[in-house]
T-cell receptor
Framework: KAGVTQTPRYLIKTRGQQVTLSCSPI?????VSWYQQTPGQGLQFLFE???????NKGNFPGRFSGRQFSNSRSEMNVSTLELGDSALYLC?????????????FGPGTRLTVT | AQSVTQLDSQVPVFEEAPVELRCNYS??????LFWYVQYPNQGLQLLLK??????LVKGINGFEAEFNKSQTSFHLRKPSVHISDTAEYFC??????????FGAGTRLTVKP
């Protein structure tokens, strides 16, 4: 099976702009989670989607939003970008209803806000 | 609130020496435990996992970890490290089947 893919891999945006990141999970995985990784804060959970519904949410402002489509692909949107949003954004998918439980991560999207 | 604590942010070690990366978690009825590794500019890769059964689990690249329920710990060990083991290591706990928490990470640096 193909792994988790994320597009784009690198992105440079200006403060105030908005950005959309995309994640395609492993085939058959219905849970998709998003994380923000920065040197200072480490790996922080943004939200999880399962069957097109947000199931869990981390402690991020409303500028961060997401959605999941019927094919389990997910997008994450950040509006009104701030310098502090510069980070590696990781997507992870997980099989639900099975017995493996672990998350499989994509390579990430490196977002730089100038 | 559920939490995962990695006790060391950085661990420097010489090549071929043993290493232990420590992880403690807040207790819960249902937990599944994982260790992930992240190499520069890459996503996280699963090293090993504990779901049930034997408390000593073996993973890839010669790593192993021991689940200790009474101490709520899941420490990662390797008897002899290589330069290529230099990376960031994350401990993760899945609570109640749907709440995955990660530790802050431990940067392992293997020196020649």
């Amino acid at each position: 099976k193909a792994g988790v893919t994320q597009t784009p891999r690198y992105l440079i945006k200006t403060r105030g702009q908005q950005v959309t990141l995309s994640c395609s999970p492993i085939s058959g995985h219905r849970s998709v989670s998003w994380y923000q990784q920065t040197p200072g804060q480490g790996l922080q959970f943004l939200f999880e989607y399962f069957s097109e519904t947000q199931r869990n949410k981390g402690n991020f402002p409303g500028r961060f939003s997401g959605r999941q489509f019927s094919n389990s692909r997910s997008e994450m949107n950040v509006s009104t970008l701030e310098l502090g949003d510069s980070a590696l954004y990781l997507c992870a998918s997980r099989e639900t209803g099975g017995s493996s439980y672990e998350q499989y991560f994509g390579p990430g999207t490196r977002l730089t806000v100038t | 609130a559920q939490s995962v604590t990695q006790l060391d942010s950085q661990v420097p070690v010489f090549e071929e020496a043993p290493v232990e990366l420590r992880c403690n978690y807040s207790s819960s009825v249902s937990v599944y435990l994982f260790w992930y590794v992240q190499y520069p500019n890459q996503g996280l890769q699963l090293l090993l996992k504990y779901l049930s059964g034997s408390t000593l689990v073996k993973g890839i690249n010669g790593f192993e970890a021991e689940f200790n329920k009474s101490q709520t710990s899941f420490h990662l060990r390797k008897p002899s490290v290589h330069i290529s083991d230099t990376a960031e290591y994350f401990c993760a706990v899945l609570y109640n089947n749907n709440d995955m928490r990660f530790g802050a990470g431990t940067r392992l640096t293997v020196k020649p």
